[in-house]
């Protein structure tokens, strides 16, 4: 931990080395109406309000440019309307927050290093116009805390919602977000656009600020409760959620069940059929100081399993993804790239990357699939 220690007080430093300006946040909450936390628990994380820039004028590059990125980095991806994103971790792990537009949809793309959350939003419309997110400098259950311009109300990233200021109670609406290997990305969208390092700060992007952090036996940093115990702290998980179900799917159980690198878990949570569908080949971006150098610890992603009024019923052959009902194949990102239903989308479903502690504090009743 002594390292991720080190890493925060770096952080620190980098932060009193840029603009000085220290936005306004409001952890008042208007008459009448009561803050969703207490005050108290949201705990500072070293750096002080945006000391860890978000990016709000991000830039692009087309895939088939991008010389910098190894094939395994794991890049989050968004798309919409067409518009195919992917935001590199190495660059989220120094900014966490990209106000963005993607498909005409103003957003917010995030990443909690702490927790390995990468959730995206729509920014909300607030006095006629789109707010953006900036980071707080506090923490809640580890997790980041956004606070939106317009008001200064404070949003915990693994909930979405504001829990103190003026927009108390608001919820965001989630943009389905995935995290992959940046080959993936790149094989399945050759037009897409990757955020470019041409960020105007100055950051050694490509190298990790949290060496060792998600190593076996790790504790979370900036964690007040007590992890829950049923799996070690630090273990990855697909966190699924369907109304106020939970479900959490354990990477290390997905990998045993792969088949030619690749695993398809057949699931129904509160009655919906869902497919969950874990590759190798993604690094972590917690692990060693180089990400490119950076263990295996693979991708996961789920899909609806529900196409044209009937579900499928997924497998494994060979590393490939397929139906037993069509003998369709299906990539990453749940499309149908041979077969009949070539061309056929599986929609997402709530999910949420997630270190198991986090997931466990915001979700305590969550279950566990079992393998």
């Given at each position: 931990?002594?390292?991720?220690?080190?890493a925060v007080?770096v952080?620190?430093?980098i932060?009193?080395?840029?603009d000085?300006?220290?936005?306004?946040l409001a952890t008042?909450?208007?008459?009448?109406r009561a803050?969703?936390?207490?005050p108290q628990?949201l705990?500072s994380?070293g750096p002080?309000p945006?000391?860890?820039?978000?990016?709000?004028?991000?830039?692009?590059?087309a895939a088939g440019?991008?010389?910098w990125?190894?094939?395994?980095?794991?890049?989050?991806?968004?798309?919409?309307?067409?518009?195919?994103?992917?935001?590199?971790?190495?660059i989220?792990v120094w900014?966490?927050?990209?106000n963005?537009?993607?498909?005409g949809?103003?957003v917010?793309v995030?990443?909690c290093?702490l927790?390995?959350t990468?959730v995206s939003?729509q920014?909300?419309?607030?006095?006629?116009?789109?707010?953006?997110f900036?980071?707080?400098?506090?923490l809640?259950?580890?997790n980041l805390?956004?606070?939106?311009?317009?008001t200064?109300?404070?949003?915990?990233?693994?909930?979405?919602?504001?829990?103190?200021?003026?927009?108390?109670?608001?919820?965001?609406?989630r943009v389905a977000?995935?995290?992959?290997?940046?080959?993936?990305f790149r094989?399945a969208f050759?037009?897409?656009?990757v955020?470019s390092r041409a960020t105007g700060?100055?950051?050694?992007?490509g190298?990790n600020?949290?060496?060792?952090?998600d190593?076996?036996g790790?504790?979370?940093?900036?964690?007040?409760g007590k992890p829950?115990?049923?799996?070690?702290?630090v273990?990855?998980?697909?966190?699924l959620?369907?109304?106020?179900?939970?479900?959490a799917?354990?990477?290390?159980?997905l990998?045993a069940?792969a088949?030619?690198?690749?695993a398809?878990?057949?699931?129904?949570?509160?009655a919906?059929?869902v497919?969950v569908?874990?590759r190798?080949g993604a690094?972590?971006?917690l692990d060693r100081?180089w990400i490119a150098?950076s263990?295996?610890?693979?991708?996961?992603?789920?899909f609806?399993?529900?196409?044209?009024g009937s579900?499928?019923?997924?497998r494994t052959v060979d590393?490939?993804?397929?139906d037993?009902?069509?003998?369709s194949?299906w990539?990453?990102?749940?499309?149908?790239?041979?077969g009949r239903?070539?061309?056929?989308?599986l929609?997402?479903?709530?999910a949420m990357d997630?270190?198991?502690?986090?997931w466990?504090a915001?979700?305590?009743?969550?279950g566990i699939w079992g393998g």
């Amino acid at each position: 931990m002594t390292a991720v220690l080190a890493a925060v007080a770096v952080l620190a430093g980098i932060a009193l080395l840029g603009d000085q300006r220290r936005p306004s946040l409001a952890t008042a909450t208007p008459p009448g109406r009561a803050p969703l936390v207490d005050p108290q628990e949201l705990v500072s994380g070293g750096p002080p309000p945006d000391g860890i820039p978000p990016l709000d004028r991000p830039r692009f590059q087309a895939a088939g440019t991008v010389d910098w990125l190894a094939a395994a980095e794991p890049v989050a991806v968004v798309e919409l309307a067409g518009d195919a994103r992917a935001y590199p971790l190495q660059i989220l792990v120094w900014h966490e927050i990209v106000n963005d537009t993607v498909g005409g949809v103003p957003v917010a793309v995030t990443w909690c290093p702490l927790c390995n959350t990468a959730v995206s939003f729509q920014r909300p419309v607030v006095d006629g116009a789109a707010t953006s997110f900036g980071t707080s400098g506090k923490l809640y259950h580890s997790n980041l805390v956004m606070y939106d311009r317009a008001t200064g109300s404070l949003w915990p990233q693994a909930l979405g919602q504001a829990v103190t200021g003026e927009l108390v109670g608001r919820r965001l609406a989630r943009v389905a977000t995935q995290l992959v290997a940046w080959a993936d990305f790149r094989a399945a969208f050759p037009g897409g656009r990757v955020l470019s390092r041409a960020t105007g700060f100055q950051r050694p992007y490509g190298q990790n600020p949290y060496p060792l952090y998600d190593r076996d036996g790790g504790q979370p940093l900036l964690f007040d409760g007590k992890p829950d115990g049923r799996l070690p702290a630090v273990a990855r998980v697909l966190g699924l959620s369907q109304g106020d179900q939970h479900l959490a799917v354990p990477y290390a159980r997905l990998a045993a069940r792969a088949n030619g690198g690749v695993a398809a878990v057949n699931l129904k949570l509160a009655a919906v059929p869902v497919l969950v569908v874990w590759r190798s080949g993604a690094t972590s971006a917690l692990d060693r100081r180089w990400i490119a150098a950076s263990r295996d610890v693979g991708a996961a992603a789920a899909f609806s399993r529900r196409v044209g009024g009937s579900s499928l019923t997924f497998r494994t052959v060979d590393g490939k993804v397929t139906d037993q009902q069509t003998d369709s194949s299906w990539d990453p990102f749940g499309r149908a790239v041979a077969g009949r239903l070539a061309g056929t989308g599986l929609a997402s479903v709530t999910a949420m990357d997630s270190f198991w502690f986090d997931w466990a504090a915001f979700h305590p009743d969550t279950g566990i699939w079992g393998g």
